[in-house]
C-alpha cells in the first residue's frame, strides 16, 4: 500500500507499535539505576579496553620496525612492505582489531547510560517546573 496524504502518514505512524524501546516517558528509577550501576561496574573494564586499545595501537609501529629489521638487506621500500606482510604483523592487525571492538562497544554502551540518565535529568527537571 502506498501512502499518498499526509493524513495518511500520520494515521500509519500512530498505528505503529512504538513500545518496542523504552521512550523517556517510561523511564523509571530502576532504569537509571541500572544505567549507573553498569557505569561503576564497567569503568575499570572501559579504562582497561582503551588503555590495550592505545598500547596496541603503539605497538604496531615498533612491531613494524622490528620486522623491518629483519630484512636490512633490502630497501627500505622492501623493507617495509615485509614487514606489513609478515605474519606477526597480520596477527598484531587482527588482535588490534579486537581491541577496537571491544573498547568502542563499551564505549557506546558508556555514551547509552549517560544519554539514558540525561533524559531522565531532562525529564525530572521537567516535571519538577511544571508542579509534577
Given at each position: ?14 498505528e ?41 595501537e ?20 622492501a623493507?617495509?612492505?615485509?614487514a ?32 539514558k ?8 527537571s ?7
Amino acid at each position: 500500500m502506498k501512502i499518498k496524504t499526509k493524513r495518511e502518514v500520520i494515521k500509519a505512524m500512530s498505528e505503529k507499535k512504538l513500545d518496542e524501546r523504552p521512550s523517556v516517558s517510561t523511564l523509571n528509577d530502576l532504569d537509571i539505576e541500572k544505567a549507573i550501576n553498569f557505569m561503576r561496574d564497567n569503568a575499570d573494564n572501559l579504562a582497561e579496553a582503551s588503555a590495550k586499545r592505545k598500547y596496541m595501537e603503539e605497538y604496531r609501529k615498533s612491531l613494524k620496525s622490528l620486522l623491518m629489521k629483519k630484512f636490512i638487506e633490502s630497501p627500505i621500500s622492501a623493507q617495509e612492505r615485509e614487514a606489513y606482510a609478515h605474519q606477526d604483523y597480520q596477527d598484531h592487525i587482527k588482535a588490534l582489531q579486537t581491541a577496537i571492538y571491544q573498547h568502542e562497544r563499551l564505549l557506546f554502551l558508556w555514551k547509552s547510560a549517560e544519554i539514558k540518565i540525561s533524559a531522565w535529568q531532562t525529564k525530572s527537571s521537567n516535571h519538577r517546573s511544571l508542579g509534577i
